[in-house]
C-alpha cells in the first residue's frame, strides 16, 4: 500500500497527475492508497454556530489557524472532485471521510 500524509496539497495541480500515476504504477492490483489531506470544512469562508456546534473548539482552532497559513495550492485541492479523479486514474474510492481538520480517503487499485 501507499500513504500520501498531507502532501498531495502541497503539490502544484498539473504535477498531482503525475504523482497519482507513479502510485498507480507501482501498487499491485488491489493494492491499497491511503490519502490524509486538510479537510476543505476549516476553509469555509464565515463562521457559523453549526459549524461550533458540530465541531466545537478544535473546529474554531483550526478555521483559525487555517486563516494564518499561507497553502498556495490548497484552493486547488478543494475544488477537485477527488474521487472522480482517483477512478480517472484505476482507482475505486473504498472511504471517503470529510471530517475537522482531516480528510481521509482509502482507494483501491482495479486495474
Do not use: M
Not at 57 to 66: M, R, V
Amino acid at each position: 500500500g501507499i500513504t500520501a500524509c498531507f502532501v498531495l496539497h502541497e503539490i502544484p495541480p498539473k504535477y498531482r497527475h503525475l504523482a497519482i500515476i507513479e502510485f498507480h504504477r507501482i501498487l499491485k492490483k488491489d493494492g491499497i492508497l491511503a490519502i490524509a489531506e486538510p479537510s476543505a470544512i476549516q476553509y469555509q469562508p464565515r463562521f457559523k454556530w453549526r459549524f461550533f456546534k458540530q465541531w466545537g473548539l478544535k473546529g474554531i482552532y483550526f478555521a483559525g489557524l487555517a486563516k494564518f497559513v499561507y497553502e498556495p495550492f490548497i484552493a486547488s485541492w478543494h475544488q477537485e472532485n477527488i474521487p472522480h479523479w482517483l477512478e480517472n486514474h484505476g482507482f475505486t474510492v473504498l472511504s471517503d471521510i470529510d471530517g475537522c481538520p482531516i480528510r481521509t480517503i482509502i482507494a483501491k487499485k482495479v486495474n
